[in-house]
């Protein structure tokens, strides 16, 4: 049927090229005032890992893509793309570089209207394929009886169409319009008559905005957040931070910028190894007598955080953040009193001997929380858990820990003491408190026991935790596990990790991709089981689907977030550093599979 | 047939094998209810094997399907064992509802899911999901063997002595509540039994204790003084109490109406002599099995009057719903689905387990119902489209919609649906097949009707 169609649309495939464009810059077709923008002025640099005949093995050869393309959808999918191939006389790859090569644009614009430019490098081919296209929506009309719906309409010079009566495009030159209202793209052609003003590339905030992006983006992105932010589902959500504590701690600063801001922009620059995305939002949040001044800490009282290296770490977070600060603004911050609230400091008064939380535990900390997450590492001879859970930790400077050290140790004895009657009120088993040393310093260990456990290649999910107090260096270590807490007094005594310069006060989270897929790696039956009943996935599709999880994370090496203050604005770095798993030998022929 | 209340007149012809004559056919409608009283529902295939074979081979192959059974088990079990020891709290519950979804021993589920109501283990007082699926899998292993073997598995299950505050039962404290679920509510019942036997009863059980996943005896808490109960005196151990309540003519009786109310009404109280037969056979070897063989087979069971007038649990609504259409969906999202329906697996409200019956339904949670049976079937949402009508009606050879309409309509509601029938074909004449079918399938899922099995 699809040959039938070519052959119907043969002849039409040398119709003459409508007018070319009169406007240079893409953008120039958008309107003044969109809600958001995307443009792709180096799609080139996109279409790269498409275009490589190595990565495309790679992928090709992962267990879900095979499925995929082994499967009645897949096999239609590559049917056409390659009766497209026979009929342009051209690889998928080439066409697909050449179509777009160009550059491409795409705006949202209220009510509803989405309006796209893309620029051709091939104007012929842009049309050749835009008559095969037709002639498949002719055909499928006039098998309905209503073969007129596809003539176009004249709009000046310029033919505009429509396939399936809710979408209109039109070709001007080696650009096509698509938008999803017709009035839409009438406006885009006649904008191109219109004065500069009435552009995009008049308005202000978009000028300030595309200026930050970096000249190297691949992809650009500009949003109106100030007309964003009178979407009540939108304000809903920078407003939602505000009544959950731990969100309130964590995206202190940035919330307050993305409210103070009137536009967000963002670069996605390609590089070989990997990607590198910007965001910068005209908002700084530098009020400090804001609630959130928490999350800006004097830097003179506040120490870089360095990253600690510790073996098989997966992330590591470091925040900028004042403690004591952030719990003295919490009539403030958290004006509703809950429960969970209330427990929480009834709790740290039994545990801190009636201290007060703000004044005479929190100051006892300097501004900064590192968390670190790492692989466990499990001797099988002692017992490996059913399931993995990495190990995870948090470390705080303190002011003084010759004075507060044996206050904290006492609480935390307190608090496992607590842990232990509890369970023992449940019949279920406790922990036993030990003392350890490393390097030097003293360590509160609580482990439980695998006495009277015959399977220990199949232990409950407690056996993940050890959980573990030290006060190396001047430093809290709170970690869930003994060994990482070893791991990150040897690292502090160091001084280790790449350590960041003077005075930046960026947050930061690294992540290891290795690790991390390492980690779901050796949960992956835990995962599918998980899957099976979360989805209603018989296990064949659920081992397929976490599959494909698995070999996304395969791709990803190392991510590196920055967020911090550039001068009056808050801006983000995002650094994506990707790897290529190696390419399997050659299995055969593979009909289905993409060439 | 003699009309159901004749029957109740009669205890010998209720309870004698339906035999189809030209009165009484056998019928489409006659297999779908055996199916959606002992199966949750009804699958195509089910239905025509039913047909083909008579009543008295549907009875047989419910009891024990042919196929091997074994293989499809070890694979749930080890599925089910391994997400437990994960520390999943709801594993259990979703992997169970899972299981009753796929299972080929359908009746099986459906007589675990009876006694998981009968013992009311609440999983809630049991903090290891080891111990309740090691509760579960009892229940499933002795669902349709022998009722003594049932009980004595139950009084030694650490997962049911810790839901029943019989953790630790001591010489100088008693822990009542193992001695009194097993007089009042798993045996000869409130009414055949006085506080004292309850007292005298937890006497004979001190001596327990739970520790870990097992049941110890600790012998210097045991008080071995004489003990009176049930009208016999003696130094009574647990397992004595066991063995004598067993022994008592009345528990036959609490045993015998507890199928009644499964398999035949929740609301009609059956008169003493009408469940005399079953319950003097049952008295005899207390074999599950053939007690709800005989009901499953009876005239009864099969007659005008008891079908399509029970109101069908939500667990029972919705598995039964998913098996009919040859469907898997999201056994988590359904439990919590099931919860806001009234039946929170694994957490029964009371000791006595759910009222059943009309308790089901109230304005609410027949919304609820209806909502629920959208969502199963909605292209989308929270289910993910996964069942679909069409494809079903097409694996069975109806590709037309008009037939397709027919063939879901069998399946689903094949008797007592005409006017839901008609109102639902109005849904086919717009929109895609496979969408005018979801919105059918769904008018019928969502009618009073289909509340009713």
């Known amino acids: 049927m699809l040959c039938e169609l070519l052959l119907v649309a043969g002849p039409l495939l040398r119709a003459p090229l409508a007018a070319p464009p009169a406007a240079d810059d893409l953008t120039d077709w958008l309107p003044a005032d969109p809600l958001l923008v995307i443009e792709a002025p180096r799609p080139r640099a996109l279409f790269e890992p498409l275009l490589d005949a190595e990565l495309a093995a790679v992928v090709t050869s992962l267990p879900p893509w095979q499925a995929w393309a082994a499967s009645p959808e897949g096999r239609e999918f590559w049917n056409v793309v390659r009766t497209l191939e026979a009929t342009l006389g051209l690889d998928w790859r080439t066409a697909l570089a050449r179509l777009a090569g160009g550059g491409a644009v795409l705006a949202v614009a209220p009510p509803e209207s989405l309006l796209l430019v893309l620029e051709a490098e091939d104007a012929d081919l842009l049309l050749r394929l835009h008559t095969i296209l037709l002639g498949f929506a002719r055909a499928e009309a006039a098998r309905e009886g209503d073969a007129s719906r596809l003539d176009p309409v004249r709009h000046g010079d310029v033919e505009v169409w429509s396939f399936d009566g809710k979408e209109v495009h039109a070709i001007v030159g080696n650009r096509l319009l698509f938008a999803n209202r017709r009035e839409g793209l009438v406006a885009a052609l006649e904008r191109r008559a219109a004065s500069p003003g009435a552009r995009l590339a008049g308005a202000e905030g978009w000028r300030a905005a595309r200026a930050t992006a970096g000249p190297d983006a691949a992809v650009r992105l500009y949003a109106d957040l100030a007309r964003l932010k009178e979407n009540p589902g939108f304000a809903r959500g920078l407003e939602e931070g505000r009544a959950n504590p731990l969100a309130a701690l964590l995206f202190a600063g940035i919330v307050e910028a993305m409210r103070e801001a009137s536009w967000l922009s963002a670069g996605l620059a390609v590089a070989d190894e990997g990607f590198v995305l910007r965001a910068v939002v005209d908002g700084a949040a530098d009020d400090p007598a804001s609630p959130a001044a928490f999350a800006r800490p004097d830097p003179a009282d506040a120490p870089a955080l360095p990253s600690l290296a510790v073996p098989g770490r997966l992330a590591a977070i470091g925040l900028h953040r004042d403690l004591h600060g952030f719990y003295a603004a919490k009539d403030e911050l958290f004006p509703e009193r809950t429960s969970s609230l209330i427990f929480f400091e009834n709790m740290m008064g039994i545990f801190f001997t009636g201290r007060d939380l703000t004044d005479e535990v929190l100051a006892e900390t300097r501004p900064g929380v590192r968390l670190v997450v790492a692989e466990q590492r499990h001797d099988p001879a002692a017992g490996v858990p059913e399931v993995r859970i990495p190990a995870f930790a948090a470390v705080l400077a303190l002011r003084d820990a010759g004075e507060f050290g044996e206050v904290i140790e006492e609480a935390w004895q307190k608090a496992l003491g607590l842990v232990n ?175 | 047939m003699a009309p159901r209340h004749q029957l109740s007149r009669d205890p010998a012809a209720a309870w004698a094998p339906y035999a189809p004559d030209a009165a009484r056919p056998w019928t489409l409608a006659r297999a779908s209810h055996l199916y959606r009283r002992a199966a949750f529902g009804a699958r195509a295939e089910d239905l025509v094997r039913a047909l083909a074979g008579g009543p008295e081979q549907a009875v047989a192959e419910l009891l024990a399907p042919p196929g091997d059974l074994t293989a499809f088990d070890r694979a749930r079990d080890a599925d089910e064992t391994a997400a437990c020891r994960s520390g999943r709290s709801d594993a259990v519950r979703d992997w169970w509802l899972r299981r009753m979804i796929l299972s080929p021993h359908p009746l099986r589920e459906r007589m675990a899911l009876l006694w998981h109501a009968h013992f009311a283990l609440d999983a809630a ?18 669902a349709l063997g022998s009722y003594r073997s049932l009980v004595e598995a139950m009084v030694r299950d650490p997962a049911l002595l810790a839901s029943l505050g019989a953790a ?286």
């Open chain 1, 421 to 595: 009657f509890t369970r023992g009120q449940d019949a279920l088993p406790g922990l036993i408190l030990d003392r350890g040393e490393q390097n030097g310093t003293k360590l509160t260990i609580a482990r439980f026991s695998t006495a009277g456990i015959d399977d220990r290649a199949h232990l409950p999910p407690r056996f993940n935790y050890s959980p573990t107090l030290a006060l190396p260096q001047n430093h809290l270590v709170l970690s869930s596990t003994e060994g990482l807490a070893r791991d990150l007094v040897d690292a502090l005594a160091r001084g280790a990790g790449a350590g960041p310069e003077a005075g930046d006060q960026d947050d930061r989270v690294e992540l290891d991709g290795a690790g991390i897929g390492a980690a779901l790696a050796a949960n992956r039956e835990a995962l599918v089981r998980s899957n099976m009943i979360d989805e209603g996935h018989t296990r064949e599709e659920a081992e397929l689907e976490i599959g494909a999880l698995l070999a996304l994370i395969g791709f990803v090496d190392e991510v590196d977030l920055r967020v911090g203050r550039r001068g009056a604005t808050t801006g983000a770095r995002l650094d994506v550093h990707l790897r290529r798993p190696a390419a399997p030998a050659p299995a055969g022929p593979r009909d289905a599979a993409p060439r």
């Open chain 2, 125 to 142: 007082q049991v903090k290891e999901a080891p111990a309740v699926r090691r509760h579960v899998a009892l229940l499933r292993e002795h």
């Open chain 2, 168 to 453: 630790a039962s001591r010489r100088g404290q008693p822990a009542e509540g193992l001695a009194r679920a097993l007089l009042e509510r798993w045996t000869v019942g409130a009414e055949h039994c006085a506080e004292e036997d309850v007292r005298e009863a937890a006497r004979a059980f001190t001596g327990t204790f739970v520790r870990g996943d097992e049941v110890i005896h600790v012998a210097r808490e045991h008080d071995g003084g004489v003990k009176r109960v049930l009208g016999r005196t003696g130094p009574f151990t647990g397992e004595d109490v066991v063995q004598i309540a067993l022994a008592h003519p009345a528990t036959a009786e609490t045993v015998v109406r507890r199928l009644w109310r499964a398999f035949v009404s929740e609301v009609e109280e059956p008169a003493p002599a009408l469940l005399a037969p079953l319950a003097r056979s049952f008295a005899a070897g207390l074999d599950l099995g053939r007690l709800a063989g005989t009901i499953l087979r009876s005239s009864l069971f099969f007659s005008d009057a008891a079908r399509g007038q029970r109101i069908t649990s939500p667990v029972e609504l919705a598995v039964g719903l998913v098996r009919s259409l040859e469907g898997l969906i999201a056994t988590s999202t359904l439990a919590r689905d099931l919860d806001r329906l009234g039946q929170r697996l694994l957490h029964p409200p009371t000791a006595r387990g759910w009222a059943g019956g009309p308790a089901w339904i109230d304005r609410v949670t027949l919304l609820r119902r209806q909502a629920l049976a959208a969502a199963l079937l909605a292209e989308g949402g929270a289910y993910g489209g996964r069942l679909d009508p069409r494809e079903v009606a097409a694996r069975h050879g109806h590709a037309d919609v008009n037939a397709a309409a027919d063939f879901l309509a069998d399946l689903l509601l094949p008797e007592g649906g005409e006017a839901v029938r008609s109102a639902a074909r109005a849904e086919l004449s717009r929109g895609a097949p496979g969408e005018a079918l979801r919105r059918f399938a769904i008018a019928i899922a969502r009618s009073p009707e289909y509340q009713l099995s």
